[in-house]
């Protein structure tokens, strides 16, 4: 990367060296011990600190652009994909090691758009920016919404869907027609996830909040009557609900809009470009809506219009 020299002058005020050397010039030794010796000598330290002060500051700066990383995932044969390993129809692990899921396919995807191998590694909730800011991951795909905060730390690609929060609730819950309907009732939040502060923001919405390790624990509380609802994105939901094969469903509450991306380390947007075309081509010949119908048929969730999301733009 360009380095940005700096470059100064020391400044001679009256009554200092340099003026002394003048005024005094008549009687100075002439064979440059008097003071005009002791001007070169100062000019020489000048001299000897621009060259100090440049080399402290390539050398501050070419760790920075050491950080920014200038390798892109374009250059890799086979791509380290961080997924989850415990969400049914999104990303799921199977007793064999091998993983499923709309995620996973996705992934499987566009790295064959890019002519590359993929390797999965399982990525919790709470591990999926660490796992991209350490190196550990080329790419995360695992329910990963684009948000502000997370933008300061990794960039994406995409999105490559749009989902909604929603609420599921028991089959029985007749009574329930749409987010209102549960106000003061119980919903379980899984750590580290934010969709009950999205549920309270509904303005005259409360809740009682019971916490839970992942969605397993959730739906365990769930049909032991613990909890009335559960409440985050519609596609996890939805991968709930056909797991169980029945005795729950969607609300439809379509509380918030929620963009999907894949994460990618900053710095690189070549590859950010490359991974925007294939998304771009996975709508286009019809895979991410037979991805979606593959995964979520059955669910209750609204498969009836699958639309390419705007993406975010590649810096």
Sequence with gaps: M????????????????A????????????????????????????????????????????????????ASLLDKETL????????????????????????????????????????FVPALASERITILTSGRADMVLATLSVTPERKTQIAYAGPYYMSNQDVLVRSDERGVKGVRDLKGRRFCAVEGADPTKRLLAINGMTARIVPAKDYDACMAMIKDRQVDAITTND?????????????????????????????IQQGDPDGCEALNRAITRMYQDGTAAKLMHKWFDGSGM?????????FEGCV
């Design 302 to 310: 609204d498969l009836s219009i699958i639309e390419i999301p705007q």
């Design 19 to 70: 003026s002394r050397a003048k005024r005094a010039a008549p009687g100075a030794d002439r064979r440059g011990h008097g003071v005009y010796g002791y001007a070169v000598k100062d000019s020489v330290k000048w001299s000897a600190l621009r060259i100090l002060a440049a080399v402290v500051l390539v050398g501050g700066l070419l760790p920075a652009c050491g950080q920014r990383g200038d």
């Design 235 to 263: 596609v996890i939901l939805a991968g709930l609900i056909r797991r169980e094969g029945g005795g729950f469903r969607l609300v439809n509450a379509r509380i918030s809009e929620q963009n999907t991306g894949i994460g």
């Design 80 to 119: 380290v994909v961080g997924v989850r390993a415990d969400l049914p129809g999104l990303g799921l692990r199977r007793p064999d090691g091998r993983f499923e899921g709309f995620d996973i396919d996705v992934a499987r995807y566009v790295a064959d758009r890019l002519g590359k191998k993929v390797r």
């Design 2 to 17: 360009p380095v940005q020299r700096s470059y100064f002058t020391p400044s001679i005020r009256a009554g200092g060296p």
